[in-house]
T-cell receptor
Framework: GENVEQHPSTLSVQEGDSAVIKCTYS??????FPWYKQELGKGPQLIID?????GEKKDQRIAVTLNKTAKHFSLHITETQPEDSAVYFC?????????????FGSGTRLLVRP | DVKVTQSSRYLVKRTGEKVFLECVQD?????MFWYRQDPGLGLRLIYF???????EKGDIPEGYSVSREKKERFSLILESASTNQTSMYLC?????????????????FGPGTRLTVL
């Protein structure tokens, strides 16, 4: 079945630096890759996503890149701020005719030091 | 705004008790999901439902069952709670993409229920 691996498990950066989180997936049929941010005491919230026909997508300080050949996708956060501190999850969508399932990575705890 | 609500934020139960976790969404989504979240293991799918009265096992269904009698409500049931079911439980819902709209939709999560089984 589909498997999504996420690295690193924890990441500590200085405010203003960049942060990169990487994921790999196993099923070449996966065609949609969202990233979720989970703040303390809350459920995960979508922050950016990318489809398999796109190589890169950017939204202000956040960007996601996808390498379909290598089955890699990454989240890039530039000019990090303390409010970026959270747990980040990558996911890959596997859809069938009757159902859609997101397979999640194990999460990355990002700490942005002021 | 899509809203996914869960009946309790914190729950403490004893081993052997039957436990019900309730989830309600207000946006007419067909698909609903139950995950458990444990440190280092990410979000693991327990069960999901893509229609009323329909259910499918996820990756870790053992010890759990679900009920979907109405479209907006998806219940997770622990028939006989055990200490290894102590975890954060997250409910989510998702609108099946239509033919005319974008091919993918956002999956929305509830705030979670932190269950402790003593």
């Amino acid at each position: 079945g589909e498997n999504v691996e996420q690295h690193p498990s924890t990441l500590s950066v200085q405010e203003g630096d960049s942060a990169v989180i990487k994921c790999t997936y196993s099923d070449s049929a996966s065609n949609y890759f969202p990233w979720y941010k989970q703040e303390l005491g809350k459920g995960p919230q979508l922050i950016i996503d990318i489809r398999s026909n796109v190589g890169e997508k950017k939204d202000q300080r956040i960007a996601v890149t996808l390498n379909k050949t290598a089955k890699h996708f990454s989240l890039h956060i530039t000019e990090t701020q303390p409010e970026d501190s959270a747990v980040y999850f990558c996911a890959a969508l596997k859809g069938t005719d009757s159902s859609y399932k997101l397979i999640f990575g194990s999460g990355t705890r990002l700490l942005v030091r002021p | 705004d899509v809203k996914v609500t869960q009946s309790s934020r914190y729950l403490v139960k004893r081993t052997g008790e039957k436990v019900f976790l309730e989830c309600v969404q207000d946006m007419d989504h067909e698909n609903m999901f139950w995950y458990r979240q444990d440190p280092g293991l990410g979000l693991r799918l327990i069960y999901f439902s893509y229609d009323v009265k329909m259910k499918e096992k996820g990756d870790i269904p053992e010890g759990y069952s679900v009920s979907r009698e109405k479209k907006e409500r998806f219940s997770l049931i622990l028939e006989s709670a055990s200490t290894n079911q102590t975890s954060m439980y997250l409910c989510a819902s998702y609108l099946t993409p239509g033919l005319a709209g974008p091919p993918y939709n956002e999956q929305f999560f509830g705030p979670g229920t932190r269950l402790t089984v003593l």
